[in-house]
């Protein structure tokens, strides 16, 4: 699976972006897509992911502010940005992988776990 990120930019605080990242290959290997980021000197974190099914969840960070959603036919994740801070500077990275349910162990497991190269967000104060 590739995934190719893009929509990053520079933004003033209190403004909006929005990323895209478009999934292309063995998509029958994944069923979630999420946004990770990693901003300087920190360790990347989860911004929220998406289910095949719409399910999300959202770092207490961001929730009321960005939004992911989903286009299955396009294989498209989005990341809307509004209200940015300067916190929320850093390189945005797309990921997607495959949850299943192992019946052995009586629990969800994450494999096949795929990156973008990341796109860089920078929000001025």
């Known amino acids: 699976v590739q995934l190719q990120a893009f929509g990053g930019g520079l933004v003033q605080a209190m403004g909006s972006l929005r990323l895209s990242c478009v999934a292309s290959?063995?998509?029958?290997?994944?069923?979630?897509m999420a946004w990770y980021r990693q901003a300087p000197g920190k360790q990347r974190e989860l911004v929220a992911d998406?289910?095949?099914?719409?399910?999300?969840n959202y770092a207490d960070s961001v929730k009321g502010r960005l939004t992911i959603s989903r286009d299955n036919a396009k294989n498209t994740v989005y990341l809307q940005m509004n209200s940015l801070k300067p916190e929320d500077t850093a390189i945005y990275y797309c990921?997607?992988?495959?949850?299943?349910?192992?019946?052995?162990?009586?629990?969800?497991?994450?494999?096949?776990?795929?990156w973008g190269q990341g796109t860089l967000v920078t929000v001025s104060s």
């Open positions: 990921n997607a992988y495959l949850l299943q349910y192992f019946t052995n162990v009586k629990r969800y497991l994450r494999t096949n776990d795929y």
């Open positions: 290959g063995s998509l029958f290997s994944i069923n979630s």
């Open positions: 998406i289910a095949f099914g719409g399910n999300t």
